[in-house]
């Protein structure tokens, strides 16, 4: 029971920073189709930005700066790097991100050492919410999960609500119609990417205090955001909030559950015989808890192709 | 020329390509103030490409385009909306995705100097269906009623010109009759229009003066009755 609480409780606010992550990959991807690998290196430049900040500005200050920077960072790489090569399709954006998050990456140890940074959630911020089975529960965990989830209400209003959320639908859809119709397209495409990065650039920010903030972490994250996308469904924020959840979950209760094939045979009686084949039998579940969303990616591409939540396929 | 109909809009030696291919070669023409202008022509005449052309959307290659005297020939897309030059494409090109209101508040802008201005409740008043489905999604209406949103949405923009490209085009006589009143009344309450029409009979009915399109170049100009008096022009250039 205490194992399972717990494993909820982590579980959600894992899926919860996922999302933080993927939102801004759903956007970007999801809504524009820019297949952009170097998202996850936002999350990173977030976190590192925010950890020099602090020193001079303080925690939070540094972490909404943190953000905004990253923003103008996104914009730069819109305008300037992947205007250009869009219409070459695909495979041309790929390799420019694909690109971009290596010299990131390069950068990032450059400046700061190709180690873990010792940036911590600040004392003020590291008390017990309350506490599970004897175990305290940190107040940060709840305050990521908070914030998440007030991205997600703030997109989605900001999306369905409003004039802006209007056009943006509308231009990722019809471009050229939309500019036919007096709107900035360009403007608008940029603005969506700079709100997208700073999305990941304020869950780096906000993540890397907690969890650890080092030059791989855009690469631990990176691939996990895109399978977060494709399993919600393309442009689908509700899929990607869903999504989240799942893999969060998911990933957070196998890391504690030992059993493996032998014990499943081990049910009809067959354990002596499993545990003599060994090889494939013998995995531990929790040994796997890192590949189980890619499987899941790939069983929801069969069934589902347009995802969970999407309407494109 | 007197004020009533001193050019609005003026189209001088226009050129455009499409890739390679050199599509309009050196179109001239103008709208004045109130005028309902038709360009008729065979497919493949360039008359959509001069309305693209004219919003940018096919850039021009040289030539100008001048709106109240100011060239717009090198403006991009959406400064030409601003300026007051509305368009409706002949696929229409509603936003599927999004309802019939949230078209129709794509469309709206602030108003330009002059031009009439225009209220979604107004909208509603022309095409009655299109408030019964304000809440539908665009993608799930007939091809009339996209038309008709897609009229509507220009509107909003409150434009001086309006280039319209093939309105009827695949509509039930029902829907004709509606857009061709539409046109009319909106044309009546001072925006001027270019009108791309297949049908002859609707464009002598509705047009202050018909331009005949052949080979990316204006061939005739001159008012309806001039045209249908011409044999020569309407066997040379609109006989099917």
């Given at each position: 029971m205490e194992y399972f609480t717990i494993s909820l409780f982590n579980g959600v606010v894992y899926g919860l920073l996922l999302f933080m992550v993927s939102a801004g990959l759903t956007l970007i991807?999801?809504?524009?189709g820019v297949l952009n690998f170097a998202h996850a290196s936002f999350y990173m430049v977030g976190a590192y930005l925010a950890y020099s900040l602090q020193k001079i500005f303080g925690f939070w200050p540094a972490i909404v700066l943190a953000a905004l920077l990253v923003g103008i960072l996104g914009m730069v790489v819109e305008a300037f790097f992947l205007r250009r090569v869009h219409?070459?399709?695909?495979a041309h954006e790929l390799l420019l991100t694909f690109g971009l998050a290596f010299i990131i990456a390069e950068l990032v140890k450059l400046f700061y050492g190709n180690y873990p940074l010792n940036y911590r959630v600040p004392d003020a911020l590291n008390f017990a919410a309350f506490q599970v089975f004897g175990t305290d529960y940190p107040v940060y965990r709840l305050l990521m999960g908070g914030i998440s989830i007030g991205m997600f209400i703030l997109i989605y209003l900001l999306l369905t609500r409003t004039r802006v959320g209007i056009v943006v639908r509308s231009a990722i859809y019809r471009p050229r119609m939309a500019e036919a119709l007096g709107h900035n397209v360009p403007l608008v495409f940029m603005g969506v990417f700079g709100v997208g990065a700073a999305l990941a650039g304020l869950a780096g920010a906000v993540a890397g205090a907690f969890y650890t903030t080092n030059p791989n972490m855009a690469l631990e994250l990176g691939v996990i955001v895109f399978v977060v996308v494709v399993v919600g469904g393309l442009g689908s924020l509700e899929g990607a909030m869903l999504a989240s959840l799942l893999i969060g979950l998911i990933s957070s209760f196998a890391v504690g559950i030992d059993l493996s094939l032998i014990d499943f045979f081990g049910l009809f009686g067959a354990r002596e015989w499993a545990e003599s084949v060994?090889?494939?039998?013998?995995?531990?579940i929790s040994s796997l808890s890192a590949t189980i969303p890619f499987a899941l990616m790939l069983l929801i591409l069969l069934v589902r192709p347009s995802g969970l939540m999407g309407e494109k396929s | 020329m007197t004020e009533s109909n001193a050019p609005l809009l003026e189209v001088r030696d226009l050129h455009a390509y499409y890739g390679k291919s050199h599509i309009l070669h050196g179109v001239n023409f103008y709208v004045g103030k109130g005028e309902v202008v038709s360009l008729l022509g065979?497919?493949?005449?360039?008359r959509s490409t001069t309305l693209k052309a004219i919003m940018g959307?096919?850039?021009?290659?040289?030539g100008k385009i001048l709106l109240n005297g100011r060239n717009?020939?090198?403006?991009?897309t959406y400064a030409i909306c601003r300026a007051g030059i509305g368009y409706i494409p002949e696929e229409r090109e509603?936003?599927?995705?999004?309802?019939v209101d949230e078209n129709l508040r794509m469309g709206q802008q602030s108003s330009h100097d002059g031009a009439p201005e225009w209220t979604i409740e107004q909208m509603f008043e022309y095409f009655p269906n299109l408030k019964e489905r304000?809440?539908?999604?665009?993608?799930?209406?007939s091809g009339g009623e996209q038309q008709m949103l897609t009229i509507c949405r220009s509107l909003l923009g409150n434009p001086k010109v309006l280039l319209i490209d093939?309105?009827?085009?695949?509509?039930a006589p029902k829907n004709v009759a509606a857009v061709e009143e539409a046109t009319h009344d909106i044309n009546r309450r001072g925006v001027s229009i270019v009108l791309v029409e297949q049908k002859l009979a609707i464009a002598l009915k509705v047009s202050t003066r018909v331009c005949v399109m052949g080979h990316g170049q204006i061939v005739f100009e001159g008012t309806p009755e001039e045209l249908a008096g011409n044999t020569k022009i309407l066997k040379e250039w609109l006989a099917v």
């Open positions: 991807f999801g809504m524009m219409r070459y399709g695909h060994g090889g494939v039998l013998a995995l531990k | 065979r497919n493949g005449t360039g959307l096919v850039p021009p290659k040289s717009l020939a090198e403006a991009r509603v936003f599927s995705n999004l309802t304000r809440k539908t999604k665009a993608g799930n209406l093939e309105p009827t085009e695949g509509l």
